[in-house]
């Protein structure tokens, strides 16, 4: 015979583990999202990945890494792409050009963790960035590789980490 808890200790254990699960969340973490791509589509070049951020602490610095997911489909060993970091008024404060090597060039042998056909590659952008003024910015990567579309891109995602006393 199983013995049921009352309806106000579960309560109590579900209060917990919640509280537990938001007392473990990494609070140097300002943004972790991703944005996965229609299957068979991929990365449209004239489509932008955005992702919206409010920064409050402008006196860090942040490392900005970029995960990049790929499957087998995916055409070319390397990948451009322009990270570019606007303000709330729409301004770019910043702009660059990236490139990451998803395959090796001699032997075709992916790089980064895989499973089945899908490949994950994280991987630095910005080792020092930091924000002129707190507020709303939006973070905006489009890519780079002279076609209309990526076949083979499965998703995107962005990870912006505080540097606690100026490292990671």
Not at 39 to 64: C, H, N, R
Not at 92 to 113: C, F, H, M, N
Not at 139 to 166: P, Y
Request: with cysteine; charged share 20%; hydrophobic share 40%.
């Amino acid at each position: 015979m199983v013995q049921r808890l009352p309806l106000k200790h579960s309560l109590g254990v579900i209060s917990l583990l919640g509280l537990l699960l938001f007392a473990c969340s990494d609070s140097n973490v300002l943004l972790d999202e991703t944005t996965s791509f229609k299957e068979d589509l991929g990365w449209v070049q004239k489509q932008p990945i955005q992702f919206a951020l409010t920064v409050e602490d402008t006196l860090s610095s942040y490392a900005m890494y970029v995960i990049v997911r790929q499957n087998n489909a995916y055409p070319f060993y390397n990948l451009y792409f322009s990270p570019s970091i606007i303000d709330g008024k729409g301004k770019t404060i910043q702009k660059g050009l990236a490139e990451t090597i998803l395959y090796d060039p001699v032997s075709g042998k992916p790089k980064g963790d895989g499973f089945g056909d899908i490949y994950e590659k994280k991987f630095l952008i910005y080792a020092d960035l930091k924000f002129p003024r707190a507020g709303k910015y939006q973070i905006q990567l489009e890519q780079a590789m002279r076609v209309d579309t990526l076949a083979g891109m499965v998703s995107m995602g962005l990870l912006l980490e505080k540097r606690a006393n100026g490292k990671n």
